[in-house]
């Protein structure tokens, strides 16, 4: 019996800002980043209508949560000092328990997209069109 495996992938541009705390680079100051999301969902077969998902699903879910949780705001970490003030002018901020790497920032992607009922292969975080970090369960 063959195996036939179908992978269907969509895109999402949002921006962002952060910084790494305890980082000795530039990155350690607050800075923004025009980011490229891909999302990798396969499956070994296709739904009645010929597919693994439909591509507006993943638009529907992925790109409104992205949208009203990380999308024009600050991912920080939730013991970073520059939260207060922040929070004092009123700048919309995205709390993370961990450093906002793009390692740690693709990993709270993937589970926060995965709880949306999609079941995610990997995502591909580019935070420049030159680098990414990915995440996979």
Same mark, same amino acid.
């Given at each position: 019996m063959e195996i036939n495996n179908y992978k269907v992938s969509k895109g999402i541009h949002f921006c962002y800002g952060h910084r790494l705390l305890e980082y000795n680079g530039m990155c350690r100051y607050l800075h923004g980043h025009n980011a490229y999301l891909e999302i990798d969902i396969s499956s070994n077969r296709l739904d009645q209508?010929?597919? +693994? +998902?439909d591509f507006?699903?993943?638009?529907?879910?992925?790109?409104?949560?992205?949208?009203?949780? +990380?999308?024009?705001?600050?991912?920080?970490?939730?013991g970073d000092p520059i939260i207060p003030a922040l929070k004092e002018l009123g700048e919309p901020y995205f709390l993370m328990a961990e450093?906002?790497?793009?390692?740690?920032?693709?990993?709270?992607?993937?589970?926060?997209?995965?709880?949306?009922?999609?079941?995610?292969?990997?995502?591909?975080?580019?935070?420049?069109?030159?680098?990414?970090?990915?995440?996979s369960e």
């Open positions: 209508l010929g597919m +693994v +998902v507006n699903e993943i638009k529907d879910k992925a790109k409104n949560w992205i949208d009203q949780h +990380v999308d024009h705001k600050m991912l920080l970490c939730d450093n906002p790497t793009a390692e740690n920032i693709s990993k709270m992607l993937f589970r926060e997209i995965s709880n949306l009922g999609l079941k995610l292969n990997e995502i591909r975080l580019w935070e420049t069109p030159s680098s990414y970090a990915s995440y």
